[in-house]
């Protein structure tokens, strides 16, 4: 959708608040995290300065530090929030943890995502000793992203 269309969406419903969900975990057929996260993000930004109304974006963004980011997911959502922190607009990010899988951010992290392996040979290859279905508990930054999405089994 147009910055313009938009805009006149925004300006004729009244809006105050708009939340940016919008996310794709990774390029494919059908899926551009560059157009998602920030091309769509860009034109958002402008309908919201061309609306004439005091709006606030909450946008939804990623756990972590761009030091961490080793994705097109992870880095194209960074530039959003650059885009959204020098945009002038009234925003708020919110940064909830990782979903997907086991746990999103610890595939991430240790490249089954990115490298297309088993989480079992990501996790060999990154010296990680706990078993699969267990890690969410394993370190702070794991754990914040899976906020035990998936029951650990209790072993007899």
Same mark, same amino acid.
């Given at each position: ?9 925004? %300006? ?30 860009? %034109? ?113």
């Amino acid at each position: 959708m147009e910055a313009a269309t938009l805009a006149r969406l925004l %300006r004729d419903h009244r809006i105050d608040v708009v939340v940016n969900c919008l996310g794709v975990l990774q390029d494919g057929p059908g899926s551009d995290t560059a157009a998602v996260h920030r091309d769509f993000v860009a %034109r958002l930004l402008q309908a919201i300065r061309d609306s004439d109304r005091a709006i606030r974006l909450v946008h939804i963004s990623i756990p972590g530090t761009p030091e961490s980011d080793r994705t097109a997911f992870s880095t194209t959502k960074r530039e959003a929030e650059r885009l959204i922190a020098e945009s002038g607009v009234a925003f708020t990010i919110l940064r909830p943890g990782l979903r997907g899988g086991a746990c999103g951010l610890w595939r991430q992290r240790h490249g089954a995502l990115a490298g297309g392996v088993s989480a079992r040979s990501a996790r060999r290859r990154a010296g990680c000793a706990v078993p699969a279905g267990r890690h969410g508990g394993h370190c702070r930054d794991h754990r914040l992203a899976c906020r035990r999405a998936i029951p650990a089994r209790r072993t007899p």
